[in-house]
């Protein structure tokens, strides 16, 4: 299967550069998997296309202002490191721009001192890993100095952080937003409580490796980056009583969708469990969880544009996508959202 198989023409214009003054006046594309038809609504609408009984899956993770600018030591050349998961209590594994300042044993400091840092080893891979060192609670400090690492995609500047989080945000760690769930409101939850729907959580931190392009030609030779999950007992309990009685779980994002394929058994049940995952999803694949699926418009050629036709039907998306770009969607992670319903 080629890469090139999943390309589709998308005018910059339609990259969404901020997020709605409203989460949930977003446009919804209403996909049929089955029929391949296509309906228009708005996320509001979403309590429409739900029944009681169904579980929506929600990925509780929260973003860290993981983007920190400083200076070396020695010559207070500038740097900037990107972090992107945690190894140990004060030790990360980073980006940093530019590399070459970045060598082992290289020193930097963060807000006049407030943050210093220590390279101690440089992966295969490129990356860093560095040690941290601070008086205090290193979350605060991060808060203090940390600017929000906005996708490449997005030139302007983010006025208020919370619009990158969803509203159920929880757990620390993610890189990037799991932007699927950016359309809920509080009210929007509350209102599909109360019709009968039930909603479970689990966290999967998003790394920046999301936004890494396919480099290969053929599909199957890319290699997956790898991202932390985990999922309680009480919320796989949930998730299985709905499997048991033939009930829908409505996956919300392809982060929750990629924790769930991953935890599951042959027959979509789940269990408490948590570790690294690089299950990489495209057609040709079997879900045995996940029934239905949230999600927003992804880059041409991604990962997340093959995990979404893996679901749908190559055919179905790529003329849904090309649908949303006639009819001017806005695209990506502040973009307009798509229920591939059954």
């Given at each position: 299967?080629?890469?090139?198989?999943?390309?589709?023409?998308?005018?910059?214009?339609?990259?969404?550069?901020?997020?709605?003054?409203?989460?949930?006046?977003?446009?919804?594309?209403?996909?049929?998997?089955?029929?391949?038809?296509?309906?228009?609504?708005?996320?509001?609408?979403?309590?429409?296309?739900?029944?009681?009984?169904?579980?929506?899956?929600?990925?509780?993770?929260?973003?860290?202002?993981?983007?920190?600018?400083?200076?070396?030591?020695?010559?207070?050349?500038?740097?900037?490191?990107?972090?992107?998961?945690?190894?140990?209590?004060?030790?990360?594994?980073?980006?940093?721009?530019?590399?070459?300042?970045?060598?082992?044993?290289?020193?930097?400091?963060?807000?006049?001192?407030?943050?210093?840092?220590?390279?101690?080893?440089?992966?295969?891979?490129?990356?860093?890993?560095?040690?941290?060192?601070?008086?205090?609670?290193?979350?605060?400090?991060?808060?203090?100095?940390?600017?929000?690492?906005?996708?490449?995609?997005?030139?302007?500047?983010?006025?208020?952080?919370?619009r990158y989080q969803t509203v159920y945000s929880?757990?620390?760690?993610?890189?990037?937003?799991?932007?699927?769930?950016?359309?809920?409101?509080?009210?929007?939850?509350?209102?599909?409580?109360?019709?009968?729907?039930?909603?479970?959580?689990?966290?999967?931190?998003?790394?920046?490796?999301?936004?890494?392009?396919?480099?290969?030609?053929?599909?199957?030779?890319?290699?997956?980056?790898?991202?932390?999950?985990?999922?309680?007992?009480?919320?796989?309990?949930?998730?299985?009583?709905?499997?048991?009685?033939?009930?829908?779980?409505?996956?919300?994002?392809?982060?929750?969708?990629?924790?769930?394929?991953?935890?599951?058994?042959?027959?979509?049940?789940?269990?408490?469990?948590?570790?690294?995952?690089?299950?990489?999803?495209?057609?040709?694949?079997?879900?045995?969880?996940?029934?239905?699926?949230?999600?927003?418009?992804?880059?041409?050629?991604?990962?997340?544009?093959?995990?979404?036709?893996?679901?749908?039907?190559?055919?179905?998306?790529?003329?849904?996508?090309?649908?949303?770009?006639?009819?001017?969607?806005?695209?990506?992670?502040?973009?307009?959202?798509?229920?591939?319903?059954?």
């Amino acid at each position: 299967m080629k890469v090139e198989d999943f390309y589709f023409d998308l005018p910059e214009e339609l990259i969404a550069q901020h997020p709605l003054e409203k989460r949930d006046s977003s446009r919804l594309l209403v996909l049929d998997k089955k029929t391949g038809e296509i309906n228009h609504q708005h996320f509001g609408d979403l309590p429409d296309f739900l029944k009681k009984g169904d579980v929506l899956v929600l990925n509780d993770t929260r973003v860290i202002p993981a983007r920190l600018l400083g200076v070396k030591e020695d010559t207070e050349g500038k740097i900037e490191f990107l972090l992107l998961n945690r190894k140990m209590l004060d030790t990360y594994e980073c980006l940093a721009k530019p590399g070459k300042r970045a060598r082992k044993g290289a020193k930097f400091i963060f807000g006049e001192g407030l943050l210093t840092a220590e390279v101690v080893d440089v992966l295969e891979n490129g990356n860093r890993i560095v040690k941290f060192s601070y008086d205090g609670v290193f979350e605060e400090i991060l808060d203090r100095l940390g600017e929000m690492p906005l996708p490449p995609y997005i030139k302007e500047k983010l006025e208020d952080r919370e619009r990158y989080q969803t509203v159920y945000s929880r757990e620390e760690g993610s890189a990037a937003a799991p932007t699927a769930g950016l359309h809920f409101t509080k009210e929007l939850l509350d209102k599909l409580q109360s019709m009968g729907v039930q909603t479970a959580f689990l966290t999967l931190h998003v790394g920046l490796g999301t936004f890494r392009p396919v480099k290969v030609e053929s599909v199957e030779n890319h290699d997956m980056h790898e991202e932390f999950y985990s999922l309680d007992a009480k919320n796989a309990e949930i998730i299985n009583n709905a499997k048991n009685e033939g009930r829908r779980i409505i996956s919300v994002g392809t982060t929750s969708t990629r924790t769930l394929e991953t935890i599951a058994d042959e027959k979509g049940f789940v269990r408490e469990a948590s570790g690294y995952t690089k299950i990489f999803i495209y057609p040709g694949y079997r879900f045995k969880c996940v029934d239905c699926l949230i999600t927003n418009f992804h880059l041409p050629e991604s990962t997340l544009i093959m995990l979404v036709s893996a679901l749908a039907g190559q055919e179905n998306v790529m003329r849904a996508y090309r649908t949303a770009v006639k009819e001017k969607y806005r695209f990506f992670s502040f973009g307009d959202s798509m229920l591939i319903k059954e």
